[in-house]
C-alpha cells in the first residue's frame, strides 16, 4: 500500500467490528470507519456506532447521511415502479447498499485513501455491490474484505474479538439486522435453512396495537405526500407510515431469490411502510393509467429492480427507465384508503380527479353508455377475424 490508510464501510455490527480489529491488528492499518445514513439510525444508534468504534480501535469515524439522496435518486423510481423482487421483497437492503457504497468511495476519494474495507461474506450480494461502485468511482482503490478472504463463520469472527478483550451482546449479534427507510432485513441461523422461520424476537418491531384503525395515504404525481390529510415531505410521509404500521407488526416477509452470484438465498424483512406505499400506489395506477402504459411500465420496473438488486446501478440504462417511469406518473395522483390491522393491512380505495373508471361512459358490469348493443356486435366480428381464419384453415388440415 501507498499509505496505511483504509476506510471501512462500516455498520457497528459483528462483521465490520471485526474488520476494525483485524485490520488494526494484524496490518496496522489506520482505520478510518464510515457509517452512511439511509434513514435507518437515530442520533442514539449514531452516538453508540461512534463509540464502539473508536473503543475497537478506528482512527476516526464519519457519519455521512443520503437519506434525501437516496429517495430522490432511487426510492422514488422503485415506487413508480411498484418493484418488489420476486413479488415479494422491497430492495430494502439491495438499493440501500448501492447508495452506502457510492458514499463511501466519494469519502475515500476526497481523503485520498489509497485502500478501501468492507465486510461482506464472499458468498452473498452485497460483496458485488460494494465492488461494483469501488471498481467504477474508485481511482486505483485497492479492496480489502476480510471476511470473504478468511471464510469466516460469525463464530470465529465472535471468538477472534473475544480473544482480543472485545465484550459485545453476543446474543444480539446471532441476527445480522440492517435497518433503512426502506426496510429491516434480518439474516439468522433460520434463513440458511429452507423450512425455518425467524422467531418473533427476531423482528425489531414487535406487536403493540390491536383492533383496526383507518387511514389515508396522499400522492401526488407517484409520491407519498401525506397522511391523514397531512401534508409531509415524502421521506417524512414513509417514516410516519412506518411509526403506525409498525405498531401493528405489518410488513414481515421472507424473500427467497437468486443471487448475484448464482446460489439461492433467503432472508427475513420487515418493511411495513414500502410494502404498504407499494400496494397503494399500485392500486391507484390502476385507476390512473391506461393498460398500456401499466403494461409496459411494468416491464421496465421489473427490470429496473432487477439491474438494481444486482449493483447495476450506475449504468446509464437505469437514468433512461427512470426517465420513462417519471413520465407515468404525471396523472397519478389522489387518496387511497387503508385499515390496518394486527401483522395485516386491506387496501379499501381511492379518491382521484384522475379515475378512469368515468361513469359517463358506463359502469362494469350494469350500463354502457357510450355505445349500442350493435356497436358491440360489429367489434367483436371484426375482433374475431384472426383466430376465426385460424380455426378455420386448420380444422380444414385435421378434416382431411
Avoid at 415524502?234 to 412506518?242: E, G
Avoid at 379515475?355 to 358491440?376: H, I, P, Q, R
Wanted: charged content about 25%; aromatic content about 10%; glycine content about 8%.
Amino acid at each position: 500500500m501507498e499509505n496505511n490508510k483504509v476506510v471501512l464501510a462500516y455498520s457497528g455490527g459483528l462483521d465490520t467490528s471485526y474488520c476494525i480489529k483485524y485490520l488494526t491488528i494484524e496490518h496496522g492499518l489506520k482505520v478510518h470507519a464510515v457509517m452512511v445514513d439511509t434513514g435507518g439510525f437515530s442520533k442514539e444508534d449514531a452516538k453508540e456506532a461512534e463509540e464502539k468504534a473508536y473503543a475497537l480501535g478506528a482512527s476516526s469515524f464519519t457519519l455521512i447521511e443520503v437519506t434525501e439522496q437516496y429517495y430522490k435518486d432511487c426510492l422514488r423510481f422503485l415506487i413508480y415502479g411498484n418493484v418488489l423482487r420476486n413479488n415479494t421483497y422491497p430492495l430494502s437492503v439491495s438499493a440501500e447498499r448501492v447508495f452506502q457504497a457510492l458514499a463511501i468511495i466519494n469519502h475515500a476519494n476526497t481523503i485520498g485513501a489509497k485502500s478501501i474495507a468492507h465486510g461482506s461474506t464472499g458468498a452473498g450480494n452485497d460483496q458485488v455491490r460494494f465492488d461494483l461502485a469501488f471498481e467504477i468511482l474508485g481511482d486505483d482503490i485497492q479492496i480489502i474484505t476480510p471476511i470473504r478472504d478468511q471464510k469466516l463463520s460469525r463464530q470465529e469472527e465472535v471468538d477472534y474479538l473475544e480473544k482480543h478483550g472485545v465484550a459485545m451482546n453476543w446474543a444480539k449479534a446471532k441476527y445480522s439486522i440492517n435497518q433503512g427507510i426502506w426496510g429491516t432485513s434480518v439474516g439468522g441461523e433460520e434463513t440458511l435453512t429452507s423450512n425455518k422461520s425467524l422467531p418473533e424476537n427476531a423482528f425489531p418491531s414487535q406487536l403493540k396495537k390491536e383492533g383496526n384503525q383507518e387511514i389515508s395515504l396522499t400522492f401526488e404525481k407517484g409520491e407519498i405526500v401525506g397522511i391523514n390529510d397531512e401534508k409531509l415531505h415524502p421521506i417524512k410521509a414513509i417514516q410516519k407510515l412506518n411509526a403506525i404500521a409498525s405498531q401493528y407488526a405489518i410488513g414481515r416477509d421472507t424473500h427467497v431469490g437468486d443471487t448475484i452470484i448464482g446460489i439461492k438465498g433467503r432472508v427475513g424483512f420487515e418493511a411495513a411502510a414500502p410494502l404498504i406505499i407499494i400496494k397503494t400506489h399500485h392500486l391507484l395506477e390502476k385507476h390512473c393509467l391506461t393498460k398500456w402504459q401499466q403494461y409496459w411500465k411494468s416491464q421496465l420496473a421489473e427490470w429496473y429492480g432487477m439491474l438494481m438488486h444486482e449493483g447495476q446501478y450506475l449504468d446509464p440504462v437505469m437514468r433512461n427507465i427512470e426517465t420513462f417511469l417519471e413520465d407515468t406518473q404525471s396523472k397519478v395522483s389522489g387518496k387511497v384508503f387503508v385499515e390496518l390491522k394486527p401483522y395485516q393491512f386491506n387496501i379499501q380505495g381511492i379518491e382521484s380527479e384522475n379515475d378512469l373508471m368515468a361513469a359517463k361512459f358506463g359502469s362494469y358490469g350494469e350500463m354502457n353508455k357510450g355505445w349500442s348493443g350493435e356497436d358491440v356486435r360489429g367489434f367483436t366480428k371484426i375482433l374475431a377475424n384472426q383466430s376465426k381464419i385460424y380455426h378455420s384453415v386448420h380444422s380444414k388440415k385435421a378434416a382431411l
